[in-house]
């Protein structure tokens, strides 16, 4: 199986630029978030139809990144 229907878009959470990646396989949709700058994965998720896993993704990465601490330069 091969991943279709790939869309990859950049949005703000928390004050953070958060790249939102989704693709199918099968049946399945599986979205990831992840921090733009060093790119590493803040929430992975998988559900039957694109918006459901894109919502879950972002409710995820919302939550860990409003945990987050940033610190002033």
Not at 4 to 30: C, H, K, M
Not at 31 to 48: E, F, H, L, Y
Request: aromatic content about 6%.
């Amino acid at each position: 199986m091969k991943a279709e229907d790939y869309r990859q878009r950049q949005i703000e959470l928390e004050g953070w630029a958060v790249n939102l990646t989704s693709y199918r396989i099968g049946p399945t949709f599986y979205c990831s978030a992840d921090n733009v700058s060093p790119g590493a994965a803040i929430a992975r998720t998988s559900a039957t139809t694109r918006e459901e896993a894109e919502a879950a993704a972002i409710d995820r990465a919302r939550v860990k990144l409003a945990a987050t601490r940033r610190h002033s330069v």
